[in-house]
């Protein structure tokens, strides 16, 4: 075969190769929009063409398990089937919890709610604090603190020594805000009401580097 029909050929078959692939993705585009937001019509389809798709039985029984909780959260648009608020972008069907900037689309003015902002909701990270579906928790918390808090604070990154540190049992949100606040450290008007003995000795968290 000539240089010129072994190019004409491999041309054909680009050009048939573009056109399958194109075939395909506006089947499941079709099959996408005709489930809507039927979970178990899209595991069925997209689980066909891909790996890793999320069972939706799994999310179900989850689901369950969850809202058996007293501070059982959901996220509207999830509540409302409104599935593609968020996910009408392919690319958009999971999103990392360090580039959470998609949530800014309603949530727009969380950045800068308080004058003293918690670096992760600056930075965007909202994934890393909350559960873009449900949780057990209030406000779609992925854990409790401390837990949730120590993913990025170590009890030796927090100033000086108070007995409320040392306690790991203790809930930093009760005396700090999660997102920010006026004061430094984000702390709460209340936050005296949850020491553990008011007649012991502390240090004063504004008294911190």
Known sequence: ?????????????GRLGWSVAAGLLGVLGLALVWGGCDAKKNYELLSFFFDGVPDPNAVTDALTEASASATFSQHRPFVDDECLKCHEDPSQMKMEPDNSGLCLTCHEGVTSQYPRMHGAVVGVACLRCHNPHFSALASLLRDRAPALCMQCHDTNQMGSPTPEHEDLTQDCLECHMGHGGPERHFLRDSWTDYLPDPESPRSDPDDAP
């Open 1 to 13: 075969m000539s240089g010129g029909s072994a190019s004409t050929e491999a041309g054909r078959r």
